[in-house]
């Protein structure tokens, strides 16, 4: 049987296998800098070559639907460069560097190709990213205030900066693919400046969608193909976990907010009004908004647990001031045994496995979920060693395969 990987892949089913990969680092920097886009290649029949293709041009915003600018970016004055790396004969495996000097609002795009010594070529999909300073506009509109047109004006509009965006045209008039839209958000209440919040980011995206070391990270590592990863503009506030959500209009906040499916917004202040420092907390929703800390213990992992939230509707399953409402498909929370046993049997798991939700102080919370055993983002969120399981596992997985099918919400 002939698989194709959906990010990585996989060529050449009845011979041995080829791979090819590539990465930009830093992944996401608002400062003017230099990237580095370095691809790698694998395969026991020797590697012949590396090829990086580069399109590197200014970013703008693209157009007027007549009222605010799309918040999905254009490139203009774009150039080209690549790189060619050829192997010795014997090589198994290589890697090819190229260096990128970003300037003020940059969009980049690279295509990368590998080819094996039996003349098998892969093409990886082409990937766009932004980096430096941001691109801030000021745009005039005009609104309806009852009958009266009344004039509006932002001076400070930014449109949504590409982290990982599957595509090699850039522009808000391109049809694009079904994805997952995530957008990462600065909150207003966010201490120390957009260049603090910049070199915190591309750590958190990367250990969340770059990281194939550690089981709560690597299906959405698998997975990424089906994300597009934007940075939001400023303008986004999240105060507590109460679901009621802001964003600002004249910084590009709202705009954006609309256009991803759901949204993240990164806390790092050491103080909260709340009981809730440090613990994040998002909508129960099928493309939704949530609320995570960069300061916490292991940010990445709870990013992982409140997507479970946000896009699948899954409900907490550790005990005992969760949220034990769900909406997911499957639900994974349950308010009585015989409701979890009829989910369980619906999965083909034994309903011995359906458990009150308990800690192990032995409190318990008068809920039910499917337990088998085996560390659960849902229930065990900080451990790295957490992974999607049963009924969770169930709707991470539906949803994913619908987005595969180009319907993600
Ligand atoms: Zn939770």
Redesign the pocket.
Known sequence: VCLLGLWLVLAGCASQPFTVAALHTPLSLQQSHNSTITASGATIDGLEHLNIVVTKGTMVSCDFDGDLPSSIPCRVNATTQGRSCIFAAGATAGQCSISVDLGPHTLVTYKVQGKARTGRIINLPAVTYAGGEPLVEAFCWWEWVVIVPVRECADSFSPLAPIWWQTDQPSSTVQREDRIDLGYYQDTDFVANAQVFSNMIGPLVANVFFNSQQPFAQDYTLNRDLFTLWRGPPGGDLDACNGSYSFNQATGAASAAAATDAEVLIHNETTDAGSSAGR???QLAHGGGSWVWVNHAVPPNNMV??S??MLYGLG?E?CCD??YSSISIPRNVFSTKAACDAAAAGIGVAASLCVQIANAAGDTASFWHVDDGQLDI?QS?RNVNSDWRDLGDRARVRLMRRCAAGDCF
């Open positions: 994040g907390c998002a647990h409140e479970g939230h907490d550790y969760g949220g849902m969120s």
